[in-house]
């Protein structure tokens, strides 16, 4: 299984908001963290925000933030909510899909695959928030 970019780039946001907890980040200052385009991660940044992961501060020193801690997102559902669909396979359409067994194969192996993924949150991917922001190159600011 291929997850999309979309996704992907979830996963980024939340990782790099989940490792700054508390502060307010800027789609900008996470796009140069990543080398990934702005206009990509404002359209993510916003999907994000409609489900509830991110909240966004408006004003003139606004950005986003985590909308609830990172021990209450489970990796499982953004991956739910970001993904499109979950077929494998295109065994609707297929012409032997009534007497092949593979549909029922895969089907446990997702099931298999989200559990494990419903087993984390973001809380545990972010074992070592200090060297994930060192390896982005991104200074801690001291306040």
Do not use: W
Not at 20 to 29: D, H, L, N, Q, Y
Not at 49 to 57: D, I, R
């Amino acid at each position: 299984m291929r997850l999309t970019s979309y996704t992907d780039y979830s996963m980024r946001v939340l990782l790099y908001l989940g490792a700054r907890p508390g502060r307010i980040c800027s789609v900008a200052e996470i796009s140069r963290a990543y080398g990934v385009s702005q206009n990509h991660l404002v359209k993510v940044v916003h999907g994000l925000g409609k489900l509830g992961y991110v909240a966004s501060v408006r004003g003139r020193t606004g950005g986003i933030r985590l909308a609830k801690p990172a021990a209450e997102i489970r990796i499982g559902q953004v991956i739910r909510d970001t993904e499109d669909g979950f077929d494998l396979v295109d065994c609707p359409r297929c012409i032997i899909a009534s007497a092949c067994g593979l549909t029922s194969v895969l089907g446990e192996a997702l099931a298999a695959f989200m559990a494990v993924l419903d087993s984390y949150t973001l809380a545990d991917l972010l074992k070592r928030p200090s060297e994930l922001i060192g390896l982005l190159g991104v200074a801690e600011r001291q306040e």
